[in-house]
């Protein structure tokens, strides 16, 4: 799941003359990039809905990889936010109980959501908005729900597929109280990487498996 979140806001600025204003430029950072991002046409799609509901008057302008190789990633982009050097985050909902933001942890229970329509149903329903509302106690504005890719454990070098399988096992998980919890649950050690540090400790076998979307595994390749 993503949430789209904006840090502030402000009437629109008119020309001298009384006439339209002239059209915006929006920062969208995320901290994906085009190449492994899932999302990669679905944030396009947003930007292209953006300049043609607003008739040319609003223009998304996307930073992908804001974060750099930071292992916080989500968390850092919601500071670029926050600190205003980004107007936009597109950030996982999974990374806010970090932040203290309880409302989207529903949402990552294990087996709870466990199909599409289902998922849907749920960014559909009430309930969207009131997750989104719990943003508003940390000085953010959420502006929607994104239904991503269902999450499935990875394994690199072999199926992860019972609790034998996954004790003492190191699974990289984006930061999250909830993801963690789980997995040192289930008997796993939850680890940290990104960028080149992901990319060593998969070609070195020092991280068994990867928690991740099943577009998202597809591009470390490797997996089972």
């Known amino acids: 799941m993503a949430a789209g979140l904006t840090a502030c806001s402000g009437g629109a600025p008119r020309n001298k003359a009384g006439g339209p204003p002239p059209p915006v430029a929006v920062t969208l950072g995320t901290p994906d990039y ?9 944030i396009g799609y947003f930007a292209r809905q953006v300049h043609q509901l607003s008739g040319g008057q609003m223009n998304i302008r996307v930073l992908w990889g804001v974060a750099g190789e930071a292992t916080d990633f989500e968390q850092v982009t919601v500071s670029l936010v926050r600190d205003g050097k980004v107007d936009l ?6 990374a806010w109980d970090t932040l203290g933001v309880r409302s989207f942890q529903a949402l990552q229970a294990p087996f709870l959501i466990d199909s599409y329509p289902l998922l849907d ?3 559909k329903s009430p309930m969207a908005t009131q997750m989104l509302a719990g943003l508003n106690q940390a000085g953010f504005t959420g502006l929607g729900l994104y239904p991503d890719q269902l999450r499935h454990l990875v ?3 072999k199926p992860l597929a019972s609790l034998r399988d996954l004790r003492g096992a190191r ?4 930061p999250s109280r909830a993801s963690e919890a789980l997995f040192r649950a289930l008997g796993a050690v939850p680890v940290h990487l990104n960028g080149s540090a992901e990319s060593d400790a998969i070609a070195s076998g020092t991280v ?5 979307s099943a577009g998202y595994a ?6 089972s």
């Open 34 to 42: 085009p190449s492994v991002s899932p999302e990669f046409q679905d």
């Open 89 to 94: 985050g597109w950030i996982g909902a999974r």
């Open 121 to 123: 149903a749920v960014i």
């Open 155 to 157: 394994g690199f070098r």
């Open 171 to 174: 699974i990289r998980v984006p």
């Open 208 to 212: 068994d498996g990867v928690d991740a």
């Open 218 to 223: 597809a591009t470390i390749g490797g997996g």
